[in-house]
C-alpha cells in the first residue's frame, strides 16, 4: 500500500473495501426494487452502504486512574488481534477488519478498530453480521428460543472475543 493509502479516513479505506466486495449485492438489490416498481426505494451505492456502517470496536485496559504504558497496550492488542484472526480463518473468513487506530490523546489510551461482517449467498458477497455469524455456526445464547436483540449470535461472538482479550 501506498504513502497515500496510509492517509485516507478509516471512511474512505471501508467504502473502497464496500465497493469491492459488495457492488454485486447493491445491484441485486436495487434490481429487485426497479422489478417491484419500488423506484423511490433506489439509493446511491454510498447512500445503500451508509446503513450496512461497519461495527466499531474499542478495546481498552484500565480507567483513568490506572492503564498499563503505551507498549503493552500494543502488545496485548497484537496478541488479541492474532488470536482473533485465527479464529476467523478457523469459522470460514466471516469478517475482515479494515482499520485500527490507538489513541493516546484521551484519558485512557484505546484502540478503534473497524470490522466488517460477510457471508455469500448464492455465490454473492454480502455484507451481514447476523447471517455471517450463522454461517459460520455461532448460535444465540439459547438456541430454543427466537433470534433477537436479547438472544443473538452477536452476544455469543462478544462473550467469546471478549475472553480472547482478557486474555
Not at 464496500?18 to 423506484?39: L, P, S, V
Not at 480507567?63 to 498499563?68: A, G, L, S, W, Y
Amino acid at each position: 500500500d501506498s504513502e497515500k493509502d496510509a492517509y485516507r479516513t478509516f471512511e474512505e479505506v471501508n467504502l473502497d473495501y464496500c465497493k469491492k466486495h459488495f457492488t454485486k449485492q447493491y445491484e441485486e438489490q436495487m434490481e429487485k426494487y426497479k422489478a417491484k416498481g419500488n423506484y423511490g426505494r433506489c439509493k446511491t451505492f454510498e447512500e445503500w452502504i451508509d446503513k450496512k456502517r461497519p461495527e466499531q470496536v474499542w478495546l481498552q485496559v484500565g480507567n483513568r486512574e490506572k492503564q498499563p504504558d503505551a507498549k503493552l497496550l500494543i502488545k496485548a492488542f497484537i496478541s488479541y488481534r492474532e488470536k482473533l484472526m485465527k479464529w476467523n480463518a478457523e469459522h470460514g473468513h466471516i469478517f475482515d477488519i479494515t482499520n485500527f487506530a490507538l489513541h493516546l490523546d484521551e484519558n485512557t489510551p484505546h484502540f478503534h478498530m473497524d470490522r466488517i461482517w460477510h457471508y455469500t449467498e448464492n455465490g454473492v458477497e454480502k455484507i451481514g453480521q447476523e447471517k455471517a455469524l450463522l454461517q459460520a455456526g455461532i448460535q444465540p445464547p439459547d438456541p430454543t428460543k427466537k433470534i433477537d436483540r436479547y438472544n443473538n449470535p452477536k452476544m455469543t461472538f462478544d462473550a467469546m472475543a471478549r475472553e480472547m482479550w482478557l486474555d
